[in-house]
């Protein structure tokens, strides 16, 4: 029966949740708003489940003997690029899986501005997980969304943090052929109960937020702000040296304990590509710099090889 017993060994990455066969795993907030594992014990068969799926108590070794192939890019659609954090590779990528038929997941707000992943099987649904959010996306039930999926026979293209990628590895207990994952170079994901008590402040002067934006690129790509659109026309505006949440979040103020003892930092990964803003790109490469935003795009399998070939 999975406990936990030190903060930083959970990424909450809710592979136990999602595979417990009595559905006697909940996800519940602590109070930095971080949510962990809690076993009901009246429902618990003690099957052990959990315990053995944990990609934190298990780790899955990585293949270390081939290194990963670099590449900086962009995507051409200047538009696309300039709505994305970086060069806007994610929507290249998803927009060649909706061609196949298939679903992509990512991480989208909802209503309250709150980060929970979700799924969607057509081109326009991308818009809502184009852009970083700097706060712990939620995963609920993604990971069993995807597996229905996948044993249908489609593709699925799933993308987050490197944790919960390996959260999902951990949940399927194996690979299948139309399974594409996408993670990132991760500094840490913040709280989610420091970002609603940022979006209160904000609230208390205008009111209804209709629109935010981490990574709003007005005043470039390197100099990024923090943008928040409000229901009654006025927009707040900050850059990441300026703007609190930005500021605590680039500090470490407010990330996950485990976010500080990441097993998931390493140069190979279980993904079969990384994503990244390609910072210093025009110290190596003066021509794929325009500050709009570069990608850094890493490939570390062969299945992830041919998607980019085709
Ligand atoms: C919490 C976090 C920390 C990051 N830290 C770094 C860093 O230190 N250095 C670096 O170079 N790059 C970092 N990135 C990655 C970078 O910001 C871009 O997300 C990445 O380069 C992809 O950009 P894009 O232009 O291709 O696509 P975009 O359209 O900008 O990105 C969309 C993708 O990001 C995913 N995403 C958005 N928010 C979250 C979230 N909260 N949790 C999981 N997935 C999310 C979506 O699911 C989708 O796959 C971080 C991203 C996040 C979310």
């Known amino acids: 029966m999975i406990e936990i017993i030190n903060k930083s060994q959970c990424n ?19 109070n930095e708003g971080f949510l962990y594992p809690q076993v009901d014990s009246s429902k618990c068969t003690r099957c052990g489940l959990c315990e053995k799926i944990c990609p934190v108590l298990h780790k899955k ?14 995507n051409i659609d200047e538009e696309i690029r300039m709505q994305s954090s970086s060069g806007g590779l994610f929507t290249l990528f998803a927009t060649a899986i909706i061609h196949r038929g298939g679903v992509v997941f990512g991480a989208s707000f909802h209503d309250d501005f709150s980060v929970e992943h979700s799924f969607t099987e057509s081109v326009e649904g991308l818009a809502k997980f184009r ?16 597996e229905t999926f996948l044993q249908q026979g489609r593709w699925v293209l799933f993308t987050g943090t490197p944790c919960q990628i390996g959260g999902l590895y951990a949940y399927l207990r194996r690979d299948y052929d139309t399974l594409l994952t996408q993670d990132i170079i991760c500094h840490g994901v913040p709280s989610p ?11 208390k002067e205008n009111k209804t937020i209709s629109a935010v934006s981490f990574r709003d690129k007005e005043k470039g790509w390197k100099q990024f ?6 229901a009654n026309g006025i927009r707040y505006s900050k850059t990441l040296g300026v703007d609190s949440m930005m500021r605590v979040f680039l500090s470490d103020w407010c990330l996950r304990p485990s976010c500080h003892d990441c097993a998931y930092k390493t140069k190979n990964r279980h993904s079969d590509i990384t994503l990244a803003d390609y910072w210093g790109i025009e110290k190596v490469h003066l021509e794929m710099f325009d500050d709009k935003g570069t990608s850094l795009l890493l490939v570390h399998t062969p299945k992830g090889e041919a998607f980019l070939r085709n």
């Open 12 to 30: 909450g990455c809710h592979a136990c949740a999602s595979v417990c066969p009595k559905q006697c795993i909940s996800m519940q907030t602590d």
């Open 61 to 74: 070794p990585i293949d270390e003997t081939m290194l990963p192939k670099a590449y900086a890019a962009y």
């Open 131 to 146: 852009g970083s959010k700097y706060v712990q996306s939620k995963i609920g039930d993604s990971y069993k969304q995807a």
């Open 193 to 203: 109960l420091v970002w609603q008590k940022y979006l209160d402040e904000k609230r």
């Open 225 to 230: 702000s923090m943008a928040i659109t409000f």
